[in-house]
């Protein structure tokens, strides 16, 4: 959990300074006013990047030569630490408890955040890419195994990948590999997907929404066949593409409705509580497996969902989060969130 966050230089911010408490935190203000910036902060200083997009140039204010953040914060044990980062157009310093030499893997194991925006329908919606993102975040944070399985993996499918662009003779040396560490990798996103939809599903009924949702999981090759077996059918078919076509890596989830594919029949409020209701599973999962879930971060909550449906979401996400920042044009008339902690913005500084 956050306790303290300091920013400067921050898109429109110059310089402001937060206390944040356990618990829901609102941060309120109008369009353009910097609330957003406020909660990409605490996402850039757990993750080392924006939720909006990879281009650093944006971050830094104008006229200035670098984004600093500092935060104070409690990891999932109890313990607390310092941290500070500034962004260069060109470089990223990290310093953790006056220490420079930090993994980022470090860093989100100690301050794990989940985010929740305008945008995150494409969880649904979207390309697996933002599914798959869903399943190995899960799991690097609840599968001590999972990160080093994943890196061995991807070395061997970059290494079998380069052999096939340049004209496959080497590339199936690295089919065992693949086949070791994608059949176990597999395994544990099955396991974790089953956890994640019973979570979901049982979310979604106690809500009592007017819609049902149904999940798939596909492997990333065919049913019915082994890995080994996918790979050797599809040699051929790799050697003119000068790419692996199938295995872990084409991972998808898919998140199917009644009628057809959720993002393209449900509201964008619909969207918001199903992609909540994902969030919260995930982050049970996670407070199962190290005591204490993530801090939450959830961009403009209030839009799209009427008084009941707002009242029934944040009043599961405190009962789930340790700590919410939430952002919203307005500061009162929220019901349960008028009872939050409130920060009002107004042109990138606190009032």
Not at 19 to 43: D, F, R, W
Not at 56 to 63: M, V
């Amino acid at each position: 959990m956050f306790s303290e966050l300091s920013i400067k230089d921050l898109r429109i911010i110059r310089d402001v300074r937060l206390t944040l408490s356990p618990g829901i935190n609102l941060v309120a203000g109008p369009n353009g006013a910097g609330k957003t910036s406020i909660i990409e902060a605490l996402y850039l200083l757990s993750v080392g990047r924006s939720f909006r997009y990879r281009d650093t140039a944006p971050l830094i204010r104008k006229g200035a030569e670098a984004t600093e953040l500092f935060s104070r914060f409690e990891d999932p044990s109890g313990n607390c630490h310092a941290l500070g980062i500034r962004r260069e157009r060109k470089q990223l310093v990290v310093r953790l408890d006056g220490c420079s030499s930090v993994r980022r893997s470090e860093v989100l194991r100690l301050l794990p955040v989940q985010f929740i925006g305008p945008d995150s329908q494409q969880l649904v919606q979207g390309s697996p890419e933002f599914r798959r993102q869903l399943i190995d975040t899960g799991l690097f944070h609840v599968e001590p195994e999972y990160l080093s399985l994943m890196q061995r993996y991807s070395r061997a499918l970059q290494q079998r990948n380069a052999a096939l662009r340049q004209g496959g003779g080497l590339a199936f040396q690295w089919d065992q590999v693949l086949v070791e560490t994608g059949t176990v990798i597999d395994t544990i996103r099955r396991v974790y997907i089953e956890r994640l939809i019973a979570g979901t599903e049982a979310r979604l009924t106690n809500w009592l929404l007017d819609f049902s949702v149904s999940f798939h999981y596909r492997s990333g090759w065919r049913i019915g066949m082994s890995l080994q077996e996918s790979l050797d059918a599809h040699r051929e078919i790799d050697k003119r593409q000068g790419y692996t076509g199938v295995g872990p890596h084409r991972v998808d989830f898919i998140i199917d409705t009644e009628i057809g594919r959720g993002g393209k029949i449900l509201s964008r409020g619909q969207l918001k509580m199903l992609v909540a209701a994902l969030m919260i599973a995930q982050a049970q999962i996670y407070r199962g497996r190290v005591g204490r879930a993530p801090v939450l971060l959830f961009d403009d909550l209030p839009a799209e969902l009427d008084r009941s449906n707002r009242d029934k979401l944040v009043t599961e996400l405190d009962s789930v989060y340790p700590q919410i920042v939430v952002t919203s044009l307005e500061g009162e008339g929220l019901g349960i969130l008028d009872e939050a902690r409130m920060f009002h913005v107004e042109q990138g500084e606190l009032s």
